[in-house]
């Protein structure tokens, strides 16, 4: 079976969460015996590889314009699917998945994977709502298998287009932790191990960074916590954003007033560091699908606080763990709960986070096409 991945920038190592999934997921697949060709986005790219860990790497064009961007580049991911004499085509995405149509008009199978309602996310204006609304639509109603990564998805296509079939919860998943220490990133960042926390995500309104820097202000006016001062507790952002606009550039001169820790995007042994070393990881959003950048915290042991959010619920985490979304106060005052204790490890089960079953879940959804 030749299948087509398109709806991701690409990979390897280029920043976001469907990135991540499609990382770990589709070597994965390739390796079980399946011809995967995965299109990347070209502005996003900066290899020119045309192949890793088994999975073919075709490079095209795409506009540098986020509201643009994505479904153009789809288009013609499409057209380049049928040239290469595919048999599936898998869209990740919504916004993608509205040329679902399209791929299914020109011959061939359509796996469409579901990871969260974009159209929520506060960067989008009315029009581009509308449209990944459409592409929702189109994606679950055309697609031939539906994929989606969490209940709160399941229950939401159910309820709005009526689709129970042929829809397949299969979650995102975690690649085993890579413990580590980076004495000289450390060094470099100004950080202790154990003494600081961590948030690592896109720099995007939607996941409410700039609430966590106004909870560590609020813990900065308490003299005895040493907030951000040498020895004490501080905080770093990990990410940075695709389009720098008024929101990302807000966020990065608020967090340099405040004292806050910059990183910019990291991956491999600088993350990995960050990850095994943070006293707590902070998720604040307003939207997620399934966060990987959560589930990879956690599989590290370390104490987590996140918004409660119906994605962030689903994961099960103790009530202690959850604040009220957008209450900064009681974000402070959790944050403060953690700090002034001892530096705490927590064996979570990550069972049903493990990549390799998922790989063979998904396995499975592309042997439904071919009865």
Same mark, same amino acid.
């Given at each position: ?7 991701t920038r690409?990979?390897?190592?280029i920043?976001?969460?469907v ?13 079980r ?6 299109i990347r986005?070209?502005?996003?790219v900066?290899?020119?590889?045309k192949?890793?860990?088994?999975v073919?790497?075709?490079?095209i064009?795409s506009p ?11 288009f013609?991911a ?8 595919a048999d ?8 993608p ?6 791929a299914r008009?020109l ?6 994977t579901h990871?969260g309602a ?9 029009a ?5 609304k ?5 994606g679950?109603?055309y697609?031939?298998?539906v994929i989606v990564?969490?209940h ?6 159910a309820?709005k287009?009526g689709r129970?079939?042929h ?11 890579e413990i580590c220490?980076?004495?000289?990133y450390?060094?470099?960042l ?6 600081y926390v961590?948030?690592?995500?896109r720099f995007v309104?939607?996941k409410?960074l700039?609430h966590l820097? $106004? #909870? &560590?202000n609020?813990?900065? @006016?308490?003299k005895?916590?040493?907030i951000g001062?040498p020895g004490? +507790?501080? =905080? ?12 990302s550039r ?6 340099r007033?405040s004292?806050?820790i ?6 491999g042994?600088k993350?990995?560091?960050l ?5 707590c990881?902070c998720l ?5 699908g399934?966060?990987?950048?959560l589930? $990879? #915290? &956690?599989s590290y042991?370390? @104490?987590v606080l996140v918004?409660?959010?119906?994605a962030n619920?689903? +994961?099960g =985490?103790p009530?202690s ?13 959790k944050?403060?709960?953690i700090?002034?204790h ?11 986070y ?11 959804v592309y042997h439904?096409l071919?009865?």
């Amino acid at each position: 079976m030749k299948i087509v991945v398109t709806g991701t920038r690409g990979i390897p190592n280029i920043m976001g969460g469907v990135e991540t999934h499609c990382e770990e997921l589709f070597p994965r697949i390739a390796s079980r015996g399946f011809d995967v060709t995965l299109i990347r986005r070209s502005n996003y790219v900066q290899d020119d590889l045309k192949e890793w860990k088994g999975v073919k790497l075709v490079t095209i064009p795409s506009p540098r314009k986020k509201s643009f961007e994505a479904i153009i580049h789809t288009f013609r991911a499409i057209l380049k699917a049928k040239a290469l004499h595919a048999d599936v085509v898998h869209i990740n995405a919504v916004g993608p998945a509205l040329l679902t149509p399209m791929a299914r008009a020109l011959g061939m199978k359509v796996v469409f994977t579901h990871h969260g309602a974009d159209y929520e996310r506060d960067k989008w204006g009315k029009a581009a709502k509308m449209v990944l609304k459409l592409g929702e639509r189109m994606g679950v109603k055309y697609a031939d298998e539906v994929i989606v990564i969490s209940h709160v998805i399941k229950d939401s296509i159910a309820q709005k287009y009526g689709r129970t079939e042929h829809v397949h919860l299969i979650y995102n998943g975690v690649p085993k932790p890579e413990i580590c220490d980076y004495p000289e990133y450390f060094s470099e960042l100004g950080i202790e191990k154990g003494k600081y926390v961590l948030g690592m995500c896109r720099f995007v309104p939607e996941k409410n960074l700039h609430h966590l820097v $106004e #909870a &560590m202000n609020q813990l900065r @006016r308490n003299k005895d916590l040493k907030i951000g001062e040498p020895g004490g +507790i501080k =905080l770093v952002l990990a990410g940075d954003t695709d389009f720098e606009d008024d929101y990302s550039r807000g966020l990065k001169e608020m967090a340099r007033k405040s004292g806050v820790i910059l990183t910019g995007f990291v991956k491999g042994r600088k993350l990995h560091s960050l990850l095994t070393n943070t006293c707590c990881y902070c998720l604040p959003s307003s939207h997620e699908g399934l966060p990987i950048a959560l589930l $990879e #915290a &956690m599989s590290y042991g370390v @104490r987590v606080l996140v918004s409660d959010i119906p994605a962030n619920k689903e +994961i099960g =985490l103790p009530d202690s763990d959850y604040f009220h979304c957008g209450n900064v106060g009681e974000l402070a005052s959790k944050l403060k709960q953690i700090i002034t204790h001892p530096l705490e490890h927590v064996k979570y089960d990550m069972s049903k986070y493990d990549w390799d079953k998922i790989a063979e879940q998904v396995v499975e959804v592309y042997h439904q096409l071919e009865k």
